[in-house]
């Protein structure tokens, strides 16, 4: 045992000597470097990046569909269950980022943040009714009576993520079609964060629901409608709820460059953005919920359940940890200005094993987002 626990040991030291080399090689490149020609010596040294996005998030996770579902010949469809269970396919966020680049220097530091979140609350009732004989009159005469079965699935699902970067770079003067473009190579940190919490209600009569009065030789009560009696063959119930995380930290690497369009890149001018990113992450998925399934079975609607079957309430919970491989990047436009830029494009970003969505197995998913954003930057200094 002291030698598993010596190994994880190692292998986490062994991860943030890593993340720590290399914050701080970028952190001494970018003070020690000897400042280069700029071109420019009147640019701004510090650049404040603020934008939104509305993100396509894909990953999801198992539904939870009780044993009931698919015991027996469903008046209602399983599936409508599952659907109705679905994570939101959007989230909606925000970004900031801070630029510094010194007078007379390729190089410069930075730091960004994403932040995304989404929730949701979907009910589905789905019922059927028939008319019948369900008694008859004081006179003799049929009463007809509505024969009703029901199934009813409510879900609420919350969701957040948030992308943190910590790079240095250095503009490398590279192009993709000759004059009027600039690149950069950057390096650092990434750190992320995915949380999901949901919860699901499922309750179903699927025999028909009936409305009954005394038949004869019964004795007949003056206000009998007071004595109807709701009565069925089997009743469900069953409640899940649960939470579901994934953090992680490590190096990344990125390019990033701009092809002029019209105008001037460095003053006034319409410009293509396009960017590449890569990264490792290490970090722990973690799993946390509980569920509970009952039913019950009526002979008739005179007595009680003559069998019941409701199990004890069953606890998840899971810990791994994990590396996580992450690749992205964006294509875009830009509108330029000496001091100021904005920005409008699209954005992808996948992470490769993340999430765990399984309920009671662990079940790896992968997380994705992407969809449009857009940015508006001003600059300081120079």
Not at 201 to 213: H, S, V
């Amino acid at each position: 045992m002291s030698e598993l626990i010596n190994t994880q040991n190692q292998t986490n030291d062994t991860r943030w000597h890593l993340l720590s080399t290399v914050s701080s090689l970028a952190l001494a490149i970018t003070l020690c470097t000897p400042a280069q020609a700029a071109g420019d010596t009147d640019r701004p040294t510090v650049w404040i990046e603020l934008g939104a996005q509305l993100d396509r998030v894909q990953g999801g996770e198992q539904a939870f569909l009780p044993p009931f579902l698919s015991a027996n010949p469903r008046p209602f469809a399983p599936v409508s269950s599952a659907e109705i269970q679905r994570p939101p396919r959007y989230a909606f966020g925000g970004e900031g980022k801070i630029t510094f680049q010194p007078d007379a220097s390729d190089w410069s530091v930075s730091a960004a943040i994403r932040y995304g979140r989404s929730n949701n609350k979907k009910q589905l009732h789905q019922q059927t009714t028939e008319i019948r004989q369900s008694g008859v009159t004081k006179s003799g005469d049929p009463w007809m009576g509505h024969w009703t079965r029901f199934g009813d699935t409510a879900s609420a699902h919350k969701s957040s993520y948030v992308i943190a970067d910590f790079m240095a770079g250095r503009d490398v003067g590279l192009g993709l079609w000759g004059r009027g473009n600039a690149a950069t190579i950057d390096f650092g940190v990434r750190f992320a964060q995915f949380t999901t919490s949901s919860t699901a209600k499922l309750r179903e009569l699927p025999d028909p629901f009936k409305e009954r009065i005394p038949q004869p030789p019964t004795p007949f009560f003056p206000s009998w409608h007071k004595y109807k009696t709701n009565s069925h063959n089997h009743s469900y119930y069953a409640q899940n709820e649960i939470a579901r995380s994934f953090t992680g930290v490590g190096p990344t690497l990125s390019m990033n460059g701009s092809q002029e369009i019209a105008g001037n890149i460095d003053e006034t001018g319409l410009a293509f953005d396009w960017g590449i990113n890569a990264a490792v992450l290490f970090g722990r998925q973690k799993v946390r919920g509980s569920h509970i399934s009952s039913s019950q079975y009526f002979k008739s609607f005179s007595n009680g359940p003559v069998s019941s079957s409701k199990p004890p309430r069953k606890f998840v919970a899971r810990t791994r940890s994990v590396t996580v491989p992450n690749v992205g990047g964006f294509a875009g436009a830009s509108l330029r200005f000496p001091n100021a830029k904005l920005s409008l494009g699209y954005r992808a970003d996948f992470f490769f094993g993340a999430m765990d969505g399984g309920i009671d197995a662990r079940d790896t998913r992968n997380q994705s987002f992407h969809g449009p954003f857009a940015t508006i930057s001003i600059g300081l200094g120079g």
